[in-house]
T-cell receptor, first 111, second 115 residues
Framework: GQQLNQSPQSMFIQEGEDVSMNCTSSSIFNTWLWYKQDPGEGPVLLIALYKAGELTSNGRLTAQFGITRKDSFLNISASIPSDVGIYFCAGQLAGAQKLVFGQGTRLTINP | GAVVSQHPSWVICKSGTSVKIECRSLDFQATTMFWYRQFPKQSLMLMATSNEGSKATYEQGVEKDKFLINHASLTLSTLTVTSAHPEDSSFYIC???????????FGDGTRLSIL
């Protein structure tokens, strides 16, 4: 089936550093979504992207929908302890309702 | 606030028991909901698409008779794990979108532990 390659798998950073993660696919997606999941909870939507080239911010988070529609990245600026968690990208193919998820990026922050 | 509610959040039961998990859309109607399964340190795996008023669509490799899905109303879908065994222990999560082309919102998940 469809797969998204998300990298890096894990990140260990110092508080205050910027973070960047990305997802790539061999397929073209109509929608890219970024979610954050805390332990024992469901994923929470961070940013939704609907157009190729679209750059969207949500506070310290910025995400872009790649021009080729086969990739997306998420940046977090000036990380804080509450940014700790697992970040997932998800893509939606044209005409499809179901999502394809990346493998996740586990973010750990050293205070 | 939460737009998708999932219940129970945690259940422990004996092997052979059937367990029902509810997923409710709050303040909106969802003709389609989705059920996922997540193992520790892994990504979400789609199990099935729940369609209001019709049969669910299961992903390849997911046993229909094992994981019964009912979507009898526009705000409620249920997943029943029948005759659960320890290998069914996992984190089950549902999701729904306001409309088909809008992003899905997830419930808080149900931690299922089969002894």
């Amino acid at each position: 089936g469809q797969q998204l390659n998300q990298s890096p798998q894990s990140m260990f950073i110092q508080e205050g550093e910027d973070v960047s993660m990305n997802c790539t696919s061999s397929s073209i997606f109509n929608t890219w979504l970024w979610y954050k999941q805390d332990p024992g909870e469901g994923p929470v939507l961070l940013i939704a992207l609907y157009k190729a080239g679209e750059l969207t911010s949500n506070g310290r988070l910025t995400a872009q929908f790649g021009i080729t529609r086969k990739d997306s990245f998420l940046n977090i600026s000036a990380s804080i302890p509450s940014d700790v968690g697992i970040y997932f990208c998800a893509g939606q193919l044209a005409g499809a309702q179901k999502l394809v998820f990346g493998q996740g990026t586990r973010l750990t922050i050293n205070p | 606030g939460a737009v998708v509610s999932q219940h129970p959040s945690w259940v422990i039961c004996k092997s052979g028991t059937s367990v029902k998990i509810e997923c409710r859309s709050l303040d909106f109607q969802a003709t389609t909901m989705f059920w996922y399964r997540q193992f520790p340190k892994q990504s979400l795996m789609l199990m099935a698409t729940s369609n209001e008023g019709s049969k669910a669509t299961y992903e390849q490799g997911v046993e229909k008779d094992k994981f019964l899905i009912n979507h009898a109303s526009l705000t409620l879908s249920t997943l029943t794990v029948t005759s659960a065994h320890p290998e069914d222990s996992s984190f089950y999560i549902c999701s729904a979108g306001f409309v088909s082309n809008q992003p899905q919102h997830f419930g808080d998940g149900t931690r299922l532990s089969i002894l």
